[in-house]
């Protein structure tokens, strides 16, 4: 197991990000000069359920759309997205597949549509969870894109982007240690470094507690109806779990602390330098439907 004590590298940035480092039992030490900010797009639509709580593809796909134009600054959604992939790369597309909340299948091929227009053939594209190391579009990848839904976790505090790429280690339970502290490590992997070109976090309906392993209890799903955008996975798990805390203040009327503690994604900043996590470092840019949105 990775039980990694808390050095003076770990140096947490910013006030606001001190208070994020508190709830989640990771000491605050120091703040570093004033850096840009990672853009990040949250986009809700009203109409992004239909009545049976499933996803609306024309809807979804418009979502997407208008989330990666922000991001960009590009009008049109094709132009933008061969910002994003040029037509030689091989593109592996790394989904959920956790039965009770799984990346939606819109969600996946509303992906794959984009990918193709920006001029990828069909036959250099690949959806997996579970069978990546195995799979030789992923193998073989110069691109990814990384999607899933955000909820609570056993042993994470939460399950989001950094920690979807966990199937890229051939042991996942190594990094269950210390509540998932050093999850932002396998991002360093070869198979994944360096080429993860879009986050998209999915938060149509986010399951935002739960007690034990495996644990889903419909009463703490809710139709945000939303997806979260961007380039840096730090940043959206960082954001969604502002959401979480708001969400669950609300439901309760108390503050109900994630358990295990969320640490793995200040760690990912502090310790593994791969994103901010740090809110006033983030631009968040909020699209479409407000009602109830608690950002």
Sequence with gaps: MNQWPLTRRDFLRGTACA?????????????EPAAAKTRVVLVRDAEALNAQMQPNPEVIQR???????????????????????????????????????????????????????????????????????????????????????????????????IKNYIMFVPKPYEYHGNSCADLAKIWGEPIVKGKTRLNVLVLLTPLFYGLGPHHY?????????????????????????????AKRRAHFGEERPFTPPARHIVLADTRH????SDPARIELVKLGWAEGVLL
């Design 273 to 276: 330098h791969l994103g901010t």
């Design 217 to 245: 209890d419909p009463t703490y799903v809710w139709p945000y109806k939303g997806l979260l955008v961007g380039t840096d996975p730090v940043a959206l798990d960082a954001t969604a779990l502002r959401l979480f805390a």
């Design 63 to 161: 979502m997407l759309d208008d989330a990666v134009c922000a991001l960009l600054d590009v009008k049109d959604p094709v132009a933008a997205w061969k910002q994003i992939i040029k037509p030689a790369d091989v593109v592996g597309i790394k989904t959920n597949v956790w039965q009770k909340l799984p990346t939606p299948k819109a969600v996946e091929q509303a992906l794959r549509k984009r990918v193709t227009d920006a001029g990828v053939s069909e036959d250099k594209i690949a959806i997996d969870d579970r069978g990546v190391l195995k799979n030789p579009i992923f193998q073989g990848a110069t691109a990814l894109i990384n999607t899933r839904p955000f909820r609570s976790h056993h042993w994470a505090g939460v399950g989001g982007c």
């Design 19 to 31: 208070a994020l480092a508190a709830s989640l039992g990771v000491r605050a030490e120091a703040q």
